[in-house]
């Protein structure tokens, strides 16, 4: 089992950037595909980006492409969501997500999240 907060939310401009990180507990974090999601107000929890155990492979969604970057430290249990010129629709809660199926853009398939964090962008 892997307990997931996520920090680094915050108010920013449109064009701004935001850096966010997801601490995991445990020993096997490395172990676990990692993804980011976000929910905006009135709308379905929608993939943001994922990667594979080793950091090697990443996919994001068409909306995020060329903004954002998911990478990882395997040594400090840590996932990271390097997100720049944001757009006020990027405005949502986002959460950090493990699971075992690499490239997985469904919520489903991740048996374990975190409790959210808030990035709204103003125009």
């Known amino acids: 089992q892997v307990q997931l907060v996520e920090s680094g939310g915050g108010l920013v401009q449109a064009g701004g950037s935001l850096r966010l990180s997801c601490a995991a507990s445990?020993?096997?974090?490395?172990?676990?595909?990692m993804s980011w999601f976000r929910q905006a107000p009135g709308k379905e929890r929608e993939f943001v980006a994922t990667?594979?155990?080793?950091?090697?492979?990443?996919n994001y969604a068409d909306s995020v492409k060329g903004r954002f970057a998911i990478s990882r430290d395997n040594a400090k249990n840590t996932v990271y969501l390097q997100m720049n010129s944001l757009k006020p629709e990027d405005t949502a809660v986002y959460y950090c997500?493990?699971?075992?199926?690499?490239?997985?853009?469904?919520?489903?398939?991740?048996?374990?999240w975190g409790q959210g964090t808030q990035v709204t962008v103003s125009s």
């Open positions: 445990g020993r096997t974090f490395g172990t676990y595909v």
């Open positions: 990667i594979s155990r080793t950091g090697v492979t990443t």
């Open positions: 997500a493990a699971g075992v199926k690499i490239g997985s853009s469904r919520s489903d398939e991740y048996a374990y």
